[in-house]
């Protein structure tokens, strides 16, 4: 059964960045996409970005430019670099991972990491 476990979230300042890490474990091959989606309290869960095995991304249209994802491949981790912090920008953030398309969301998700962006 894959499990995702989320690291790096944290309380920063406005306009400050922070490196969100997912590591994918009990899967002995790499997952097709991987995803970072975030909630905050009365919303719904959105997407923020998604990669594919072959390099391949889509992001929320709102963060492209502050936020990039990547990955490593070989060991099933996703990353997250978000850039330029914004209070909006606090947030649960989750880790997915199961769907083939980076437009589809995937069924296995991690326990979500607290990012609080606040002076």
């Known amino acids: 059964q894959v499990q995702l476990v989320e690291s790096g979230g944290d309380l920063v300042q406005p306009g400050g960045s922070l490196r969100l890490s997912c590591t994918a474990s009990g899967i002995g091959y790499s997952l097709s996409v991987m995803a970072w989606y975030r909630q905050t309290p009365g919303k719904q869960r959105e997407l923020v970005a998604a990669?594919?095995?072959?390099?391949?991304?889509n992001y929320a249209a709102a963060l492209k430019g502050r936020f990039t994802i990547s990955r490593d491949g070989a060991k099933n981790e996703v990353y997250l670099q978000m850039n330029s912090l914004r209070p909006e920008d606090t947030a649960v953030y989750y880790c997915?991972?199961?769907?083939?398309?980076?437009?589809?969301?995937?069924?296995?998700w991690g326990q979500g990491t607290q990012v609080t962006v606040s002076s």
């Open positions: 997915n991972a199961g769907a083939y398309s980076i437009e589809q969301e995937g069924v296995v």
């Open positions: 990669i594919a095995k072959d390099g391949t991304t």
